[in-house]
């Protein structure tokens, strides 16, 4: 687990959690840096111990424990051929569902997973879902270190990265619960770094698109005959 200095007592009561279960360690960080910083400090701690696979989820109760059987699944070569190198834990595929969520809140969420889809040309349905699993040889190829999107973006980004860099993205459906108690840290700002990064991401893959597209017609506009 990482702490980012949580208000609430959530290091505390991991650490203590810790002290008696070999299996769990926190990694506790002197303040909050974002949620992609977060990440990436987890995923290079997992890296450092030699782990193959690093699976990322809510420590909030959102993301059910039980799901993740399924989700590791995918990552095996059952069939033949089928192996996923990246898999996202769905809420927007057949068997994905969202339960307690304010209405807003999911048309948020579905309004910005269809324009990430749109302008960065991926079918990811659910593209900034945070319950998903890594295999090692994904997060060692993507340069973590240029990682800049702190907010939710950074699914977006890790999850578009891995696709360009031609790795089997494969969704799961899941069942998202809206927690019970505490806050969610989704504030406009957040919103807003989302649209401005993808956006800019799409603009970035687009252009060139554009500007082939442009020389082209200019080159056969120059060798058409002059009509009189």
Known sequence: MVDDDSPDGTGQLAAALAATDSRVHVLHRPAKAGLGAAYVAGFRWALQRGYDVVVE???????????????????????????????????????????????YREWISRGGNYYSRMALGVRIHDVTGGFRAYRRQVLED?????????????????????????????EVPITFTEREHGQSKMTSAIVLEALWRVTVWGAKRYLPNLRRQSDTDSTSNATQPSQL
Request: aromatic share 8%; proline share 7%; charged share 20%.
């Open 57 to 103: 989820m809510d420590a909030d109760g959102s993301h059910a424990p039980e799901d993740l059987p399924r989700i590791l699944a995918a990552l095996t070569d059952d069939p033949p051929g089928t192996a996923a190198d990246v898999v996202l834990g769905s809420r927007y595929v057949p068997g994905g569902r969202v339960v307690n969520w304010a209405r």
């Open 142 to 170: 993507l340069d973590l270190s240029t990682v800049a999107s702190q907010g939710y973006c950074f699914q977006v980004d890790l999850a578009w990265r891995s696709v360009l860099a031609g790795f089997a993205v494969v």
